[in-house]
């Protein structure tokens, strides 16, 4: 079964910093894109970072840009979001997933990890 | 403010239908293929139709999606108490290089 399994989050002080792992088993995750998203409580999804299969090519929204930094580590199967300089308004449930199809097919994801920032 | 536009809620009668609109532009919709995700209450999401109108292997046919220039929609005939959720569209904008969302319709069956 092709599955994500997400790690890594917790309670952290504003200005801290978190690392968020994401395990694929079932498939070979280097062979595919990958995303990080998130959903801040009461909120919509929000797309944060992707890192594309093949080329490595990075992208990353305005609101992280300079602050998080997405990776692959393909000997481990692993995605990770690393999450500096953290905010309030970076709480929220963080989602790994799949894209199976150039930036707009997320197919599988994780179950999601909470992050919340506060002092 | 989302870059994709969708109505807050949309509600219908148990059996009936309803439609969600998805409004964008050029560079996101205009530009490329659409995929509408259902999240259940505390649950993951889970994507429901991919590249503006195809339906992946388990998701049943009440489910189906459609894009016409700038706006794409998703339609659930047959609705049942268990599609109760929030519906996002999702794609990827070409001249912000980013993934993009709408901000999510809440479906009500009455």
């Known amino acids: 079964e092709e599955q994500l399994v997400e790690s890594g989050g917790g309670l952290v002080k504003p200005g801290g910093s978190l690392r968020l792992s994401c395990a694929a088993s079932?498939?070979?995750?280097?062979?595919?894109?990958a995303i990080w998203v998130r959903q801040a409580p009461g909120k919509g999804l929000e797309w944060v970072s992707s890192i594309v299969a093949g080329n490595d090519n990075i992208y990353y929204a305005d609101s992280v840009t300079g602050r998080f930094t997405i990776s692959r580590d393909n000997a481990k199967n692993s995605l990770y979001l690393q999450m500096n300089s953290l905010r309030v308004e970076d709480t929220a449930v963080y989602y790994c997933?799949?894209?199976?199809?150039?930036?707009?097919?997320?197919?599988?994801w994780g179950q999601g990890t909470l992050v919340t920032v506060s002092s | 403010q989302s870059v994709l536009t969708q109505p807050p809620s949309v509600s219908a009668a148990s059996g009936q239908k309803v439609t969600i609109s998805c409004s964008g532009g050029r560079y996101n919709i205009g530009s490329n293929y659409v995929s509408w995700y259902q999240i259940l209450p505390g649950t993951a999401p889970k994507l429901l139709i991919y590249y503006n109108n195809k339906r992946p292997s388990g998701i049943p046919d009440r489910f189906s999606g459609s894009k016409s220039g700038t706006s794409a929609t998703l339609g659930i005939t047959g609705l049942q108490t268990g599609d109760e959720a929030d519906y996002y569209c999702g794609t990827w904008d070409g001249s912000l290089r980013v993934g993009v969302f709408g901000g999510g319709t809440k479906v009500t069956v009455l």
């Open positions: 997933a799949r894209d199976g199809g150039g930036g707009t097919l997320f197919d599988r």
């Open positions: 079932g498939f070979s995750l280097s062979g595919y894109s």
